[in-house]
């Protein structure tokens, strides 16, 4: 299969050297500054070529990657819709975690038969960083999310499995919140654990040391969740039920970092909901702590 690059970025150039290794052929370069595609195509040893437009650089592929900025998907597309420079059949794909394949419609709407133009997203759960031939494949056992029309959703497995990763597919109208997911999951755990390096500071630690303490209790905690689940990983005062002690934190909190009270009072919030789960707090601790954090 063919395969153009549209966006010679960090994610674009990575694709294009790991699916290039797989088997699929580079057919057509192109980004936003022309250096950035001659990168791209010297990273696939020369195969392919670099257009001056991105209409003509997906022109003889089978699948065409959008791998610009989120912002500039949809009119990259639609540009490229506009001056008919879609192969039909083909599919096309953008790499974004956010934004679904909706943001591709003017492709399918661009073709003669609307089912002839395949839109999807593959999602890779991975920070990629600028491209460098010595590298280990950024791709090899990560975790992609496939999503888009039946046919894209087919192709779309078998370039994951290409790359070798592991699929998982969701419904389109779910991105926004299975991207959601990923950054609670990822980006507040680090500002969970600010917000606890930060109190330890506050009790006279210094940064080094508050994480050193804290490390093993957060891979334990993690190691708890993948073995029990959430429900059964929850320890501490919430889910003791001890109101007393939830009191006085929020006052201390309240005392050394007073703008942030109200993070621990939501996250007390959410944490009573799993405490209730164990049916282990008796009715009335659930009261006083949901005023708590009311
Ligand atoms: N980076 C990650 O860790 C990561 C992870 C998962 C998914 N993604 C997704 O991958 C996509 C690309 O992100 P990235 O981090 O790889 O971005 P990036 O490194 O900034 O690369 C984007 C590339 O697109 C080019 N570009 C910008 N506007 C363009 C346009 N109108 N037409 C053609 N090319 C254009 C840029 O400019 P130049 O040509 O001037 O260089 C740049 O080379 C995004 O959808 C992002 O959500 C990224």
Do not use: W
Request: with cysteine.
């Amino acid at each position: 299969m063919k395969f153009s690059i549209v966006g010679c970025g960090r994610t674009g150039t990575n694709l294009a050297v790991y699916l290039t290794k797989a088997g699929f052929i580079p057919s057509g370069f192109f980004s936003k500054t022309r250096s950035s595609a001659e990168k791209a195509h010297h990273a696939v040893n020369n195969v392919g070529q670099i257009f001056d437009t991105a209409e003509h650089a997906c022109q003889n592929s089978d699948i065409l990657f959008i791998t610009t900025p989120d912002d500039a998907i949809e009119n990259v597309c639609s540009y490229i819709a506009s001056k008919n420079g879609f192969k039909h059949p083909m599919s096309v794909f953008h790499l974004s975690g956010a934004l679904s394949s909706k943001i591709l419609n003017s492709a399918q709407k661009s073709g003669a038969i609307k089912s002839d133009i395949n839109i999807g997203s593959i999602h890779p759960l991975q920070s990629f960083t600028p491209y460098e031939k010595e590298q280990k494949s950024p791709f090899s056992g990560i975790n992609i999310s496939v999503e888009g029309s039946e046919g894209a959703v087919k192709i779309g497995k078998k370039i994951v499995t290409a790359l070798k990763a592991n699929y998982f597919t969701i419904p389109t109208d779910a991105k926004m919140l299975y991207h959601a997911a990923a950054v609670v999951a990822s980006n507040f755990l680090v500002t969970l654990e600010d917000f606890a390096i930060n109190l330890l500071q506050k009790a006279d630690l210094s940064e080094e040391k508050a994480y050193e303490i804290l490390e093993p209790l957060i891979m334990g905690t993690l190691n708890n969740i993948k073995n029990k689940g959430s429900v059964h990983a929850l320890t501490g005062p919430v889910a003791r039920g001890d109101s007393d002690i939830v009191s006085s934190h929020i006052n201390a909190i309240e005392k050394d970092m007073p703008d942030f009270s109200l993070l621990y009072k939501v996250m007390g919030k959410y944490t009573l909901n799993i405490a209730k789960q164990r049916k282990e707090i008796s009715s009335e601790q659930i009261s006083k702590l949901s005023k708590l954090f009311n």
